[in-house]
């Protein structure tokens, strides 16, 4: 490859400027020619006040790359390198439903391996494979590289039911735990190395490392002690201390969802109370986000996107592309073909787990066997994102069904036909696959 | 073998009459010479009760089997052919805390499977290992059959912890399943084939035969038409007719609490209001049982044992017992080695699936993977039966308050611990191993 | 099933007579009401010979049992219950070619797990999958029973790539081993059980018992000290007495090719020179078996028959087909899916392992992992039979080369590409996928 | 680690002046304080030859290397870093009776997987377990860093049965099919990469990319028109074209043994009427360089070593150690824990595979199952190995019997047991746990 075309769908987010101060800082070792930014006519506006400003930014760093903004999927794709995602069908208000609804019925909405990520998978996959699609005739030897969530459930569903071997999920959760873990120990994260394995969001460090030497017990006992290792967007209620000690391996900070489900639901109860579903509050914040894009003497990135949640997203994207480009065989943990690496998972599912990242893409690390103790959970939760996969795909109400009841957050078959019942006619217009005949 | 000696431990049961009668009918095919029933010193009054009504109905029925009764383990135990357990460490009072402490903090207590189980667990499996060890003493040669629940978690330790190979686990809710499937479908049992695979309490039947032809979907129709297949002591909420049909396969009565778990919490509160726990009800019924019992001219199991619950246990005891004496190669569900039979449980857990019962033992049959959906669930029970067992033989606080939070009944890490930590105090007498030292 | 319809394909076959003679044995409970003999023009002489015998042994018999003779296989396969299969394509004129090519390269042939086993496969799948689609159409309920070798090998094939589910390989080798181990003990066969598992013709007896007793190490003390247990059609060399105390589990006369190769092809090259191929010594005894069923006073099976070896085959095969139509549930060692019954092979693989028989077929007994001396041997011949299954679908020269070279009788690739382009050439007017166009 | 100490046990080895070459030229990276040769009584002298003359390239290269000369182990041991071991039990003439005895019985004696390789494996395995009683005692935190062959076995043994976890085996194999296919295609080998898996010397190249490109069709073209890549040690006799076109993985040198046994035995029973065997030109060769390396002038590594073979030892050990010390991430084939990186064989098994070298050791990358045509092979391969691992830490007569017996180099159990006899008696002083008392 030389002048590397890098084609972003969903480029009208507002995470982009991120995603192009990455490219732009390492425009040295990964030079990017062209940029596509990629959005649907809804997205039109936001898209041209997104692509604006990225245009102002590489200016102003006086890097030769081009962006390009287009409805156009296919003009973009055409012999792109690198595809990134980062749809939201049905944008932050299908979300808000994602969260609102199970709530109603006393459920944790959980926009990724909950019924609110059931339905966000519903939405998306079909989208994503088609994409898949056009990159096999339009650019069959790019690498896709999905941040989409639910970023697990899609790969699989990539991996599954598409032509493309050629793919990655990504996730900023690990990158945030080396961080907090680095924070905790006080010491530069570089100097922190964590053996992931698990799922999208159900990833656990197995062994953690400073300066290469095991410090898990140490970290566990910190971490028992009352440090936080969380997200802007996931509240920390607090570990039970001995109960990190009983575990014996980093959780990250999802598992709060599946190991304090109580407690979490009656914190999420109580904040939509306050202040309305977490969609309601991204809705808002976008807001102020785009009116500073809007600014047309802004030509940086601005401070308040960090804000926004998400951080380390694009860093963790910018970098995979570039250990890709520059085969630079540095570990990253990202979703892929577990090809063996964690046992008990089959050898053709997604997980999330180290990979050397090379020129010719991740190749993960064999952990072996999980410990039995969360083998059980990482279990069922893949158990969902598969049946929720082909729910996808086929638009099978009884699949969908069967992957909402499984799923471990929620109580009852009834409250899970009572909700996905709810759910189906509240996105009726992003699941054409479950509505275009009659259910028989 | 010729005189079989057949030893009862925890021979003081209510249920002995049945397991008496059972061995009675089948005198001619399986000739029992000795059954020793033996107890503790607090259940000598009780032992003595049922003891003299085995006599009676022996003497009635004019079959050359002695009765004996001790409260001397090893004395019986030599020589033994067969050594079942029925043991229930703390009796039905432990029970009751097991059912309404949990409940306390709006959890099911689930005496097998749950955080009931777990304690039932903690408290049995130290005993049976040190049956084990008897055993390997005094008749290596023989048969261990163990009903006493948390069957799974006991075989699991039994395998894992003990040097007896010969061992067992049994239990009658695939009888049940088959017994109820028969009537659904209008038929006399033997017609009905069903394969079971699963763990003990978290049995499916995957396909279901009629005279040879497959008829699991017209089963899960009738199934989901609103028919019953329950047993007395789980109360049928009725299933979600849908999620039936999604599930495709044939769920368990104990599956109530995992697929409507919210429900059955709600019911079982109820219940408690209006009726105490259901080993409250059982003391009762057992008292009740007793005051027969005693009667002199009682020589025959009294037709109110049925109302009991536990139909079947002693009828899949002796049916198991008679196959292997009479190498009858005929498939029976048992809890036994995995040996590779059902995939994705390692070889050598216990799982409770078909094997064919021969006089080298029951030899699982190979089912290979279990459905996609119920994976996850069935590897969440297995872990939480290892962790558990794990705990029980060590006493270590940690690993208890892991099973306890795994535990897919259990809502957060917060009260798991509190739920612990009350469940050890109250059963802190049969817990000797928790509390032998200080913790750490 | 009421009136069982059998169509044996290949019924012209010298050892039909001792298929009529098991059915008519077993009548009373195994009620054939027609027995269709199918065969090929070539075959309409023999078939006409051996089916005058059958109709003659039928009414003296007396059963109502109808011999119909056919050349047209559709015709014969419409509502079949039971189809087996017992063809020699090439005929014995093909198999000598098997076993003499190879020797003039030093090699053995090895008309099943060898290179000529190779060629009968190459030979003889794609006729059976064209029989599986007959069954397909006309009879899609039946069993189809294969006794045609390399039974393996055509197992293999049938289920990865037919749509038959329902078929089952059957080899007389387990069934013999069982013999002559009951009278290395002197006991009556019954009383021997033999835990087997691994291939077909790489069968081995991981457990012995008599009348329930583990009594392996007794059986290999008297194998170790000269007691023979072998084949007609395989020599007894005798084996090294430490090896099969090394050894541990009890080998089947066809390990005789790979534990003591060296020896086999000395003595294969002496008797080729003495009396020719094994093939060739048949057709002589086949002649004189044809001289005799022409006797129309003949009317039971000429104990002549029993030289011919394959003892047990028919038996074998009559005995498998009543435990399905009764439903028997007893324990028989055929080829069936493995479905994780043998660690490390894979599930959707054929294996010759215990089964229980029921009415919905085999279903194979679990024996976890394989003792590691053994597990290389049986894999290699699973690698083997797989690449050659493929090469026979495909016509793929290549495949059949690799097929060739890595099986463990080939000293090299160089004689291995020899011996193939021979044996393509001396077999290609049964080969036709693999001179249908030319090769590239 | 600040001052590395690297120990070096046989390091009166003729090849020890390119390690410390190798380690010279790393010196700024790699900054050794201190390396200890230690060897046996038996080699004070070559040893002192050898040592003088690494003290000389030292001193001429200017690096503050302090090199220790020593008989004592444990002194060496103590609060080592690194541990590398190039043991030959019995020096060359043991070598030259695993190679001549078996030629005997017109059998590869095969010094690593066959015949030969059992008994350097016998002599080897008992004095590297010992080494590691001395590691757990005096440098529980160094690695031991294997070169001594059998590597495979050796590497398997250290698992399975010292308590060293911190072990890799290592050969040059890999680094020369690099270097042999860069040549081929006429590349800097850096531009190659190989994923390689298998075992020791039974490494396959599963794919093969050039600058990232998928190449291995070219390159086994390039292969199967007689381009060449093989060792020093192993005669090219050319591939057959088709077989090469029909593997589609790239063999190593090896292979040739296994894929070609007819006429490398021929081969090598030339080679020996006219040269002796390979160990004896190699006591020539030895001879030759310990008369150079005596030279007081002497102060560089002597151009005529890399006639010796075992090419890249070094390098490879050198690159090793520096990607270990200096967290390089690089991607290196090593012999390590399998840890299901390759399915099939055991997780607990060694294996040669693909690893991301960290400071935390080799992490093997998942490569799920080998093809059907090769896990014969390798199965076997890895049977033999740990059967005979098993015979040398248990000196049982039987395991090795069945070791030899189903080397796939052996033709029969005969020949197995009359070559075990010669070789046990020729061998018999470095085996003290077959002879400490009499045989049963
Ligand atoms: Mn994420
Ligand atoms: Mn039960
Ligand atoms: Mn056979
Ligand atoms: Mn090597």
Wanted: proline residues 6%; hydrophobic residues 40%.
């Amino acid at each position: 490859m030389s002048g590397i075309k890098v084609v972003t769908i969903g480029g009208g987010s507002s995470y982009t400027p991120e995603l192009v101060e990455g490219f732009i800082k390492r425009y040295e070792e990964l030079p990017i020619s062209e940029l596509w930014l990629v959005d649907i006519p809804q997205g039109k506006e936001k898209l041209e006040i997104v692509g604006n400003l990225a245009k102002r930014m590489v200016q102003k760093a006086s890097v030769p790359m081009e962006i390009h903004l287009t409805l156009d999927r296919k003009e973009a794709l055409s012999g792109a390198d690198f595809v990134t995602t980062q749809l939201r069908v049905g944008l932050l208000d299908a979300r808000a439903k994602d969260e609102r609804i199970p709530l109603k019925y006393g459920v944790i909405g959980q926009e990724t391996n909950g019924p609110g990520g059931l339905f966000k998978g519903l939405r998306t996959i079909p989208v994503i494979l088609d994409i898949c699609k056009d990159i096999e005739e339009l650019c069959p030897d790019a690498w896709l590289i999905n941040f989409s969530n639910p970023a697990g459930m899609v790969t699989e569903a990539v991996l599954r039911y598409s032509n493309i071997k050629k793919t990655i999920g990504l996730c900023n959760v690990p990158v945030g735990m080396r961080m907090g873990v680095a924070e905790m120990l006080d010491v530069a994260p570089e100097r922190v190395h964590i053996d992931f394995a698990g799922l999208n969001h159900m990833v656990y460090g197995l062994n953690v490392y400073l300066d290469g030497k095991l410090v898990t017990d140490q970290v566990l006992d910190i971490l028992s002690s009352g440090a936080s290792m969380t997200m802007k967007n996931i509240v920390d209620l607090g570990w039970e201390p001995d109960f990190i000690k009983a575990l014996r391996v980093l959780p990250c900070p999802y598992h709060r969802y599946y190991y304090q489900t109580g407690k979490m639901l009656a914190q999420q109860a109580e904040e939509l109370n306050e202040k309305g579903t977490r969609a309601e509050v991204v809705q808002g914040l976008e807001a102020e986000l785009f009116e500073l894009y809007k600014d047309p003497t802004l030509d940086i990135k601005p401070p308040q996107l960090e804000q926004r949640g998400g951080a380390y997203y694009s860093d963790a994207a910018c970098n995979l592309i570039n250990s890709i480009y520059n085969d630079k065989n540095d570990i990253q943990p990202v979703n892929t073909r577990n090809n063996g690496a964690i046992a008990s998972i089959p050898h053709d599912s997604a997980v999330e787990v180290n990979c050397v990242i090379t020129r010719e893409g991740p190749k993960p690390i064999a952990v072996g066997d999980l410990p039995v103790a969360v083998r059980g959970l990482v279990q069922q939760i893949k158990s969902f994102e598969r049946v929720a996969a082909e729910a996808a795909v086929t638009g099978d109400y009884h699949k969908a069904l069967l992957a909402m009841t499984i799923n471990p957050l929620v109580p009852s078959d009834t409250v899970a036909k009572e909700m996905l019942d709810e759910m189906l006619e509240a996105h009726k217009e992003y699941l054409p696959l479950f509505f275009h005949e009659e259910r028989v």
